[in-house]
């Protein structure tokens, strides 16, 4: 039973619209991250979040953008997507402490032709 | 930046026989967790190992921190078609709690 959860699965769309992929989860998770993955290759941590009002950029530079207004919802947009853009998009939430794991969700598969 | 290179990159073996995969770090771990993700989902975590020399079993899965922390294994006994995927070791930074994963390694158990 999935507690986070992501919406769409797939999504092929034109170069220069506007996207937003959803994320949302169940936990009451204060910290939320975005990674991207191409496939079979290892993550790369692009956005994160530690509460409501709190976005980071991650260790990878991306040009999407995130918000987090509900400590359940952490949404990424891209404003003009390419075909650089293609890849895997993984959400995840964790509790506070190294103890815990990462929960992810199912991922987003976009492409952009 | 850290560098967590995992061993082998690929490995494709017959169902039932032993496998052992290796993640080594150019730093100490604060805290190593090793994840499995299979195709088309997000990784899921298997374990979280904070002191050096710490061994845990998971059924047919052994995970072995190294003393110094800066490597892990994990050995998987008499693998079955279920174990297929990808196996991505993690450390988790001390002061921000952000995990950095290694390069992975894909396995496929043949039946």
């Known amino acids: 039973e999935a507690d986070i959860y992501q919406t769409p699965r797939y999504l092929v769309i034109g170069t220069g619209k506007k996207i937003t992929l959803e994320c949302s989860q169940t936990?009451?998770?204060?910290?939320m991250y975005w990674y991207q993955q191409d496939p079979g290759m290892e993550l790369h941590l692009i956005h994160y979040?530690?509460?409501?009002?709190?976005?980071e950029k991650g260790d990878l530079s991306s040009e999407s953008t995130v918000s987090r207004i509900r400590t359940e919802h952490f949404p990424l947009t891209l404003e003009s997507a390419r075909p650089s853009h293609t890849s895997q998009y993984l959400c995840a939430s964790s509790e506070h402490g190294r103890n815990y794991g990462y929960t992810f969700g199912s991922g987003t598969r976009l492409t952009v032709v | 930046t850290q560098l967590l290179e995992q061993s082998p990159q690929f490995l494709s073996i017959q169902e039932g026989e032993n496998l052992t995969v290796y993640c080594n770090s150019s730093s100490v771990f604060s805290s190593l967790q090793w994840y499995r993700q299979e195709p088309g989902e997000g990784p899921v975590l298997l374990v979280t190992v904070v002191t050096g020399g710490e061994v845990k079993k998971l059924k047919r899965l052994t995970f072995q921190f190294g003393d110094a922390r800066k490597d892990s294994s994990l050995h998987i006994t008499a693998a079955q078609p279920g174990d297929t995927g990808l196996y991505l070791c993690?450390?988790?930074?001390?002061?921000?709690?952000?995990?950095?994963f290694g390069t992975g390694t894909r396995l496929t158990i043949i039946p």
């Open positions: 979040s530690y509460g409501v009002n709190s976005t």
């Open positions: 936990m009451g998770h204060d910290k």
């Open positions: 993690a450390d988790i930074n001390f002061g921000n709690e952000k995990l950095t």
